[in-house]
């Protein structure tokens, strides 16, 4: 009898270690996913000024909305934290950027410009590679969720303090589009 109680004592044990050791593996994925995101918005950020430099030079007068695109740049870099204010700083920033291409459709020179199609081909690249960072992101952290959760993994998330994650989302589905970019 207490040769059974002792493998079962240990069975639950090594059950806890064994939930402990996923939910901290998930922890540090949850990290490295919302770094691997965050690259690649800041790549996107440092792509900004170029593209806003290159529209002001054919369309300077279309001041104001080469202000919004930079107003929605330093939005998005200021929240840091996923959630839903940088889905909304983000959105806002793609929502100006597509304002900033659509301003190029009314200069061919400038459409013809061979810095801004390579910016356009860049900025392009860039958010295919944030879609698939954020989906990446928001699986582990889906994940993490189910581990923090559900029964019994949520008695050991919850007496080490694992908490649940925020998803990297989009407020609504229009603004899931990628930014278009025509050539």
Do not use: C
């Not at 202000?67 to 200021?78: G, L």
């Not at 839903?84 to 061919?108: M, R």
């Not at 400038?110 to 590679?129: G, R, V, Y």
Request: cysteine-free; proline content about 3%.
């Amino acid at each position: 009898l207490l040769g059974i109680v002792v493998v079962v004592v240990v069975g639950i044990i090594i059950w806890m270690i064994a939930i402990y050791n996923k939910l901290v593996g998930l922890k540090f994925r949850v990290g490295q996913a919302w770094s691997d995101v965050d690259v690649q918005l800041k790549r996107r950020y440092d792509l900004v000024p170029n593209l806003v430099e290159t529209v002001k030079g054919y369309a300077s007068h279309e001041k104001k909305t080469l202000e919004e695109v930079t107003k929605a740049r330093s939005m998005a870099m200021q929240v840091t934290e996923p959630g839903e204010k940088k889905g909304e700083a983000e959105n806002f920033l793609s929502s100006t950027l597509k304002s900033l291409f659509a301003i190029s459709e009314s200069y061919p020179d400038l459409k013809a410009n061979q810095n801004f199609m390579d910016l356009q081909s860049t900025l392009s690249k860039l958010e295919e590679d944030i879609q698939l960072s954020r989906r990446y992101y928001n699986a582990v952290v889906r994940d993490m969720n189910i581990m923090t959760e559900a029964f019994p993994s949520n008695l050991i998330a919850g007496r080490f303090g694992f908490k649940r994650v925020e998803y990297f989302l989009l407020p609504s589905e229009s603004e899931r589009d990628v930014v278009k970019v025509k050539f």
